[in-house]
């Protein structure tokens, strides 16, 4: 039989997950086999790649080595693969060596550690494996109804979420809920905007969201969860922001189409719309406030309506949060 090897690790396990430096340093081992022209395979976890060969799948007799990648060395899982592939010629690289007598340790034949009380400290594989493409940095503000207005939709939450999933992106979940107590949420309105604004895009079904979002510059695709529109699509239209997607029409289709332009015109129309906020403070409802305060109570606008001029009054487009 040829040599070929079964690469393993962490992420081989099936109630284990897989981490980044795990990822990369089975990166870095799959490219030092392919430029010695080693034939191998990878077994994955199946609940991370469900589509995947995954470790009960694999025929031990279809392999002459066993590689186990990355992390520490210890366990019955990993006394278990000595056990199952006994026949193979077992190695450990790049790993953590907690106790060298272990059975999981010792079971090996060759272990190229990173760390432990016999090791030669070395640098982790994951630190040079090959340099991974950068991807857009997506913000996500999403929410339940806090208020009463009826702005919950379950149905448009759970569409997005399965969309944003698929998407090659870096997902940070975000909130505009402020807690000087939790150190999980930021405790001021800069702390959320200086992570705002270091976002390519956010997405988000928040009336906050969009406008936070916009007040930094940073493009925001804005989804309606109200069926009909209610004050996020009335945001949008106050804003003049067009990448808004309504409960009703919501689609991957619609979703794709203000993604791309988000990540590309949206950028210059979100900087433009920044400026504009901050070139005239005075446009919403505040500027009004003085007025209101000094005129009658039975002209001040008390149910609903607002001082629009001399002329008369138009009732408020917004409604709350």
Same mark, same amino acid.
């Given at each position: 039989?040829?040599?070929?090897?079964?690469?393993?690790?962490?992420?081989?396990?099936?109630?284990?997950?897989?981490t980044?430096?795990?990822?990369?340093?089975?990166?870095?081992?799959e490219?030092? /086999?392919?430029?010695?022209?080693?034939? !191998?395979?990878?077994a994955?976890?199946?609940g991370?790649?469900?589509?995947?060969?995954?470790?009960?799948e694999?025929?031990p007799?279809?392999y002459?080595?066993? #590689? !186990? #990648?990355?992390?520490?060395l210890?366990?019955?899982?990993?006394?278990?693969?000595h056990?199952r592939?006994? &026949?193979?010629?077992?190695?450990?690289?790049?790993?953590?060596?907690?106790?060298?007598? =272990?059975?999981?340790?010792?079971?090996? &034949?060759?272990?190229?550690?990173?760390?432990?009380p016999a090791a030669?400290?070395?640098? $982790?594989l994951a630190? &040079?494996?090959?340099?991974?493409?950068?991807?857009p940095?997506?913000?996500?503000?999403?929410?339940q109804d806090?208020?009463?207005?009826?702005?919950?939709?379950?149905?448009a939450?759970?569409?997005?979420?399965?969309?944003?999933a698929?998407?090659?992106?870096?997902?940070?979940? /975000?909130?505009?809920?402020?807690?000087?107590?939790?150190?999980? *949420?930021?405790?001021?309105?800069?702390?959320?905007?200086?992570?705002?604004t270091?976002? $390519?895009?956010?997405?988000?079904?928040?009336?906050?969201?969009?406008?936070?979002? *916009?007040?930094?510059?940073?493009?925001? /695709?804005?989804?309606?969860?109200?069926?009909?529109?209610?004050?996020?699509?009335?945001?949008?239209?106050?804003?003049?922001w067009?990448?808004?997607?309504p409960?009703?029409?919501?689609s991957?289709?619609?979703? $794709?189409?203000?993604?791309?332009?988000?990540?590309?015109?949206?950028?210059?129309?979100?900087?433009?719309?920044?400026?504009?906020f *901050?070139?005239?403070?005075?446009? $919403?409802?505040?500027?009004?406030? #003085?007025?209101?305060?000094?005129?009658?109570?039975?002209?001040?606008?008390?149910?609903?309506?607002?001082? =629009?001029?001399?002329?008369?009054?138009?009732?408020?487009?917004?409604?709350?949060?």
């Amino acid at each position: 039989m040829h040599a070929k090897a079964l690469l393993t690790g962490w992420f081989s396990f099936p109630d284990k997950d897989a981490t980044a430096g795990d990822v990369l340093a089975l990166r870095r081992v799959e490219g030092v /086999l392919r430029g010695a022209d080693i034939d !191998y395979d990878v077994a994955w976890s199946a609940g991370f790649r469900p589509a995947a060969l995954h470790l009960d799948e694999a025929r031990p007799a279809a392999y002459s080595h066993l #590689v !186990y #990648v990355c992390g520490p060395l210890h366990g019955p899982q990993v006394e278990e693969l000595h056990r199952r592939f006994a &026949h193979c010629v077992r190695i450990a690289v790049g790993t953590s060596v907690p106790d060298p007598e =272990d059975p999981a340790v010792t079971g090996f &034949h060759r272990v190229l550690a990173r760390d432990g009380p016999a090791a030669v400290t070395e640098p $982790d594989l994951a630190a &040079h494996a090959p340099v991974e493409a950068t991807t857009p940095v997506v913000g996500v503000i999403l929410g339940q109804d806090r208020d009463g207005a009826g702005e919950d939709d379950g149905d448009a939450a759970e569409a997005l979420t399965r969309w944003l999933a698929q998407k090659d992106c870096a997902r940070l979940e /975000l909130e505009t809920r402020l807690d000087s107590r939790d150190w999980r *949420l930021c405790a001021t309105p800069g702390q959320v905007q200086s992570v705002l604004t270091r976002m $390519d895009l956010v997405v988000t079904d928040r009336l906050h969201g969009l406008v936070l979002s *916009l007040r930094g510059g940073v493009p925001a /695709l804005a989804v309606d969860p109200v069926a009909g529109g209610a004050r996020v699509t009335a945001q949008a239209d106050a804003c003049g922001w067009p990448a808004l997607v309504p409960a009703e029409r919501l689609s991957d289709r619609k979703l $794709d189409h203000w993604w791309h332009w988000c990540l590309t015109s949206g950028r210059v129309a979100a900087r433009q719309i920044r400026r504009e906020f *901050l070139e005239d403070p005075e446009a $919403d409802s505040a500027a009004g406030l #003085v007025a209101a305060l000094s005129a009658p109570l039975e002209t001040a606008g008390a149910r609903g309506v607002r001082p =629009d001029g001399p002329g008369g009054a138009e009732p408020s487009r917004g409604n709350g949060r």
